[in-house]
């Protein structure tokens, strides 16, 4: 390691003491939350227990399914290892509410990329989109930043009972915007509800933990999230979760298995203790990955690159994006990432056309679960201005190596 960078190291973490300590403090109030409900629904070896088969009376499926409700601030909620993905898990919920002739109707941007052919903005028709089963599409973008509310206020009331669906994306994503904080979309959700009978619908991929509330805390009616991001703590080997109202949970659970039976079946197949494990040391892991965000954001500002947000900026998600305007940089960084990964940290990423893509797309991923993006990981699109998503780290000793290495690697350039 070069002088400079043990230097800017140091600094980095002077600078960002009363963050670490914030970061910690919610982490501690949220593990507080996961241990009252594990101690309220009496958590013990036997819940860990395998079903097979349907899977009835699966007791701790259905313990999980409580407690998920309980930290969320839920009605309800369900979590499931055979949910493939967060695509997955959000077009459950989808689905589940939408009806012929309803509106959805997004008013964040657009939703995640993976979500245009499940809506059926993209992509052929025929194959099942909810277009194909006339559901209608809507969209309000963000003003300076901020939801426009007048504008979905107005909207709401043009449209009537039509709109089934508000959607919101609380992480940015891959788009160039702000994150929303869990505030603003209890903002949203008031004013929804004085309005309109919709169901306020939040994709939570990359918030969860990162704030002492959850959106269905202040409102929502669904809340939506991948098991191998931030709710599966590193642990769960895969899976998903929705969590909301009574009713909308009992919609989507008829989604998930089939009408009538929703959330009665469903073998665990001896998934749940790692499901278990990975909530408890889910706002510990979180944290880890916020702080390994901020100081990346420093390190890397202090060599004269753009971060977003900027490394003092508070988080409701654990992206952070870094901007390093030339394709060298940006595949240095990448490299650097993945050899203080500690799974396969021999291998060098190479940009690759990855479908779906108009641009080589280039990867860092040492992960003990593939593909999970609560470990460290980044990932960014060789197109100007050459901007890295990083995101993860499961220790904040190991993501803190990770960002050095990959310092490293630019500075050699
Ligand atoms: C990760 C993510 C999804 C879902 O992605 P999958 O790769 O299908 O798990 C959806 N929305 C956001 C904001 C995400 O970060």
């Excluded at 941007?109 to 903005?121: F, H």
């Excluded at 194909?132 to 709401?156: C, H, R, T």
């Excluded at 009665?264 to 790692?274: D, H, M, N």
């Amino acid at each position: 390691m070069t002088e400079q960078l043990l230097k800017i190291a140091k600094e980095a973490e002077t600078a960002l003491a009363d963050i670490f300590a914030d970061i910690d403090a919610v982490s501690m109030k949220n593990t507080e939350k996961v241990l009252d409900a594990f101690r309220a629904h009496r958590v013990s070896e036997s819940h860990f227990a395998p079903s097979s088969g349907y899977g009835y009376d699966d007791k701790g499926r259905d313990t999980l399914d409580r407690i998920y409700a309980d930290v969320f601030g839920a009605e309800a909620a369900f979590v499931r290892h055979g949910i493939a993905s967060g695509t997955h898990a959000l077009a459950i919920g989808l689905y589940g509410l939408l009806r012929p002739g309803d509106i959805l109707y997004s008013v964040a941007d657009k939703p995640y990329d993976t979500l245009d052919e499940v809506i059926g903005t993209v992509g052929e028709a025929g194959r099942g989109s909810l277009r194909d089963f006339g559901v209608d599409y809507m969209q309000s973008d963000l003003k300076d930043g901020k939801l426009n509310l007048p504008e979905i206020k107005a909207n709401l009331e043009a449209c009537g009972d039509r709109i089934k669906v508000v959607f919101v994306q609380r992480s940015k994503g891959y788009l160039d915007r702000p994150t929303l904080t869990v505030a603003e979309i209890g903002e949203l959700c008031r004013l929804v509800h004085a309005v309109s009978k919709a169901f306020v619908v939040v994709d939570n991929c990359y918030g969860e933990f990162t704030e002492t509330l959850e959106p269905t805390a202040v409102g929502a009616d669904m809340i939506i999230g991948s098991l191998i991001k931030n709710p599966g703590g590193g642990m769960a080997e895969s899976g998903g979760y929705i969590a909301g109202s009574a009713r909308a949970v009992e919609l989507a659970g008829y989604r998930l298995t089939a009408v009538g039976v929703g959330l009665e079946i469903g073998a665990s197949l001896g998934q749940t203790k790692s499901m278990y494990r990975g909530f408890f040391y889910a706002p510990h892991t979180v944290a880890q990955a916020l702080k390994t965000a901020h100081f990346a954001a420093y390190v890397f500002e202090a060599l004269g690159c753009e971060a977003v947000p900027r490394y003092s900026e508070r988080r409701s998600d654990i992206i952070q994006t870094l901007r390093f305007g030339a394709p060298e940089k940006l595949i240095a960084f990448c490299k650097g990432i993945q050899s203080g990964s500690p799974v396969d940290s021999f291998v060098t990423p190479e940009p690759w056309d990855m479908p779906g893509y108009n641009d080589p797309v280039i990867m860092a991923a040492g992960t003990f679960v593939g593909g999970s993006s609560i470990e460290l990981s980044a990932d960014g699109p060789l197109r100007p201005p050459y901007t890295a998503f990083l995101q993860g780290g499961l220790t904040y000793e190991s993501g803190k190596i990770g960002i050095l290495r990959a310092a490293e690697e630019i500075l050699k350039l």
